[in-house]
């Protein structure tokens, strides 16, 4: 089983809001991505985290904060977006054993900032 | 700087006509291709990794290649099914970021 589980599937926020994104797989799989995707482009790292510590963050905006609360679960808290922040946002676990781990991705959840 | 080109842009397919997907790179030690099939609004599907050159690996009727320079994803008679985004992606050695093409674009038609 290479499942990885987002919700929700679809999500709308005013600017003020906020709110949640999360993120779970029971692979046994020590390492989780959170992407970035605008329409037509391709996927973009956000966030990286190997045995539950932020091992790379990719200049993302302070509105974005990650969390890891355990090695199956990887949340998203969005806080004071912006407009140009809507888009699809993929969650990725791996092995965790370094380059070269193969990356499975959600479904996604589509966000709308409104 | 890593660089993936993915060539190219669209390609439209008859069913049952064969073709090929390019992903040429430029990475410094090489630790992983891989190819993903993305449909619309979708997360992306994995397909293969590729570690190094002159690997093959095939599932039903692709078929991934790869060289020192580029991959291949060859498409052996395509059904409508197929038509999606196919997204090829690099990882250099040392970490676990992805550096992703653009994509390419495949619509067969009936």
């Known amino acids: 089983d290479t499942e990885v589980t987002q919700t929700p599937k679809h999500l709308v926020m005013g600017m003020t809001n906020k709110k949640s994104l999360k993120c779970e797989q029971h692979?046994?799989?020590?390492?989780m991505y959170w992407y970035k995707q605008k329409a037509k482009k391709p996927p973009e790292l956000m966030f990286v985290?190997?045995?539950?510590?932020?091992?790379i963050n990719e200049s993302v905006p302070s509105r974005f904060s990650p969390e890891c609360p355990n090695s199956s679960l990887l949340n998203l808290h969005l806080h004071a977006l912006q407009p140009e922040d809507s888009a699809l946002y993929l969650c990725?676990?791996?092995?965790?054993?370094?380059?070269?781990?193969?990356?499975?991705f959600g479904p996604g959840t589509r966000l709308t900032v409104l | 700087e890593d660089q993936v080109t993915q060539s190219p842009e669209a390609l439209r397919l008859q069913e049952g006509e064969s073709s090929s997907l390019n992903c040429s790179y430029t990475?410094?030690?090489?630790?992983?291709l891989f190819w993903y099939r993305q449909d619309p609004g979708k997360g992306p599907e994995f397909l293969f990794t590729l570690y190094s050159a002159g690997e093959e690996k095939e599932k039903e009727r692709l078929k991934a290649t790869l060289t020192k320079k580029e991959s291949f994803l060859h498409i052996t008679a395509p059904k409508p099914e197929d038509s999606a985004t196919y997204l090829c992606?690099?990882?250099?050695?040392?970490?676990?970021?992805?550096?992703f093409g653009a994509g390419t674009i495949l619509r067969v038609k009936s």
């Open positions: 990725a676990s791996s092995l965790g054993q370094g380059s070269g781990d193969t990356q499975y």
């Open positions: 992606a690099v990882q250099r050695g040392g970490g676990n970021k992805l550096v």
């Open positions: 990475v410094s030690g090489l630790r992983g």
């Open positions: 692979m046994g799989h020590r390492a």
């Open positions: 985290y190997s045995y539950e510590k932020l091992s």
